[in-house]
């Protein structure tokens, strides 16, 4: 009796063991880049908050004034194309500060910011299961760089109009980037 409940336990260890490591190496670079997708933007966002709402970029070319000065033609700086481009240079260096990660409590792939961004460690480090990161080629920057580097200029006329949200509308709507993959909390 004894014997047989420990092999049955055993049994379902090393069961749970393949499947834990199967589901390793079933990660879809489509759900990731997704997943890379949105986190940068949403570093990007934060990057862009953080601009000095007073500060203006001369974009070259005059303007007249309404007393009929001619100025320099300026923007606000989160309007920028040079300053928004510099800050997307950058951005994917905040991806080492990601790892890939599955939550405990269904399966699903994540990406875990190492420090929140009150410099503390992440709360969330103890419901997620880490997912070791060998393979440099598939690294989160180098998924953000293939974004950024695709996409930039879509990525800067979002910002340049204004819109809300832009993680999201840019990944989902229109990049695609998260179209093949849906999932589940965005139904
Ligand atoms: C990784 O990327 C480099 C540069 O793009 C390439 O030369 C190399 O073959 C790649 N390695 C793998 C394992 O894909
Ligand atoms: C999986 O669990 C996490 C943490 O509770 C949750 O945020 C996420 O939405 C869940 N995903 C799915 C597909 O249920």
Same mark, same amino acid.
């Given at each position: $009796?004894?014997?047989?409940?420990?092999?049955?336990?055993?049994?379902?260890?090393?069961?749970?063991?393949?499947?834990?490591?199967?589901?390793?190496?079933?990660?879809?670079?489509?759900?990731?880049?997704?997943?890379?997708?949105?986190?940068?933007?949403?570093? &990007?966002?934060?990057?862009?908050?953080?601009?000095?709402?007073?500060? /203006?970029?001369?974009? #070259?070319?005059?303007?007249?004034?309404?007393?009929?000065?001619?100025?320099?033609?300026?923007?606000?700086?989160?309007?920028?194309?040079?300053?928004?481009?510099?800050?997307?240079?950058?951005?994917?260096?905040?991806?080492? @500060?990601?790892?890939?990660?599955?939550?405990?409590? @269904? #399966?699903?792939?994540?990406? &875990?910011?190492?420090?929140?961004?009150? #410099?503390?460690?992440?709360?969330?480090?103890?419901?997620?299961?880490?997912?070791?990161? %060998?393979?440099? @080629?598939?690294?989160?920057?180098?998924?953000?760089? #293939?974004? $950024?580097?695709?996409?930039?200029?879509?990525?800067?006329?979002?910002?340049?109009?204004?819109?809300? %949200?832009?993680?999201?509308?840019?990944?989902?709507?229109?990049?695609?980037?998260?179209? /093949?993959?849906?999932?589940?909390?965005?139904?």
């Amino acid at each position: $009796m004894r014997a047989t409940s420990l092999f049955i336990l055993l049994i379902s260890c090393s069961a749970a063991l393949a499947q834990s490591f199967a589901a390793d190496n079933r990660i879809d670079s489509k759900e990731l880049r997704c997943l890379v997708c949105e986190k940068s933007l949403e570093e &990007l966002t934060k990057e862009v908050e953080q601009f000095d709402p007073d500060k /203006k970029v001369d974009v #070259g070319g005059y303007t007249l004034d309404i007393d009929g000065n001619y100025r320099h033609k300026s923007v606000p700086q989160a309007k920028s194309e040079l300053a928004l481009s510099e800050a997307i240079e950058g951005i994917c260096d905040k991806m080492d @500060n990601y790892i890939r990660a599955k939550w405990k409590e @269904n #399966g699903t792939l994540t990406l &875990l910011s190492m420090i929140s961004s009150e #410099g503390t460690m992440s709360p969330d480090w103890s419901n997620v299961d880490i997912i070791q990161d %060998d393979d440099l @080629n598939k690294s989160l920057k180098y998924y953000c760089e #293939g974004i $950024m580097e695709e996409h930039e200029e879509d990525i800067i006329k979002l910002y340049q109009e204004e819109h809300n %949200d832009i993680p999201k509308k840019f990944c989902f709507k229109q990049s695609n980037l998260c179209s /093949k993959h849906v999932r589940r909390e965005e139904l």
